[in-house]
């Protein structure tokens, strides 16, 4: 009678074709994997000066008259820097976001008298307007860009200047 012989585990072609199949997979995947992570930090850093804008008008209403609520826009595009700061009623910034918060995301800042890159403009209490205007950042990544503007009426909005990411294409 002769006996079974059972085999136990894997034969060199079959773990070579695995490996074959696991490296395309990853060729295909590791690019688009690294598109989404840019994509992501290029919503994420509009999404936050939008949401700071918002909470800065929000805070200078609630303090009414007495208190004070100014942003501080800084933008050096040969650097590839950029920097905004939110200060209520006083010298020292709540809040501060930069360039290395986002990585891979540059911006550049136009409007509320924008001077060498550098803007800076307080929000009144009254339905925190500024008496600077109207203004925008606008956010670059290597592929796309998302632009923040803030009206006269004081309405922020984030546009896309080709309506992808889900906004308006901006007008």
Do not use: H
């Amino acid at each position: 009678m002769a006996k079974c012989r059972r085999s136990y585990g894997f034969t060199v072609i079959e773990l070579m074709v695995v490996i074959a199949i696991v490296s395309i997979l990853l060729t295909v995947g590791v690019p688009s994997f690294a598109s989404l992570i840019e994509r992501q930090q290029l919503s994420g850093a509009a999404q936050t000066f939008a949401s700071d804008l918002r909470r800065a008008k929000s805070d200078a209403i609630a303090k009414g008259p007495g208190g004070s609520v100014t942003v501080t826009l800084a933008s050096d595009s040969g650097a590839g820097t950029w920097s905004y700061a939110i200060t209520n009623s006083g010298a020292t910034p709540t809040k501060n976001v930069s360039s290395t918060d986002f990585p891979g995301v540059s911006a550049v800042v136009t409007g509320w008298g924008v001077s060498s890159g550098s803007a800076a403009f307080a929000l009144q209490s009254v339905r925190g307007l500024s008496a600077a205007g109207e203004g925008s950042m606008t956010f670059t990544s290597a592929n796309a860009s998302l632009t923040v503007e803030r009206n006269l009426a004081g309405r922020v909005r984030i546009c896309s200047a080709t309506g992808d990411f889900g906004y308006s294409a901006c007008s």
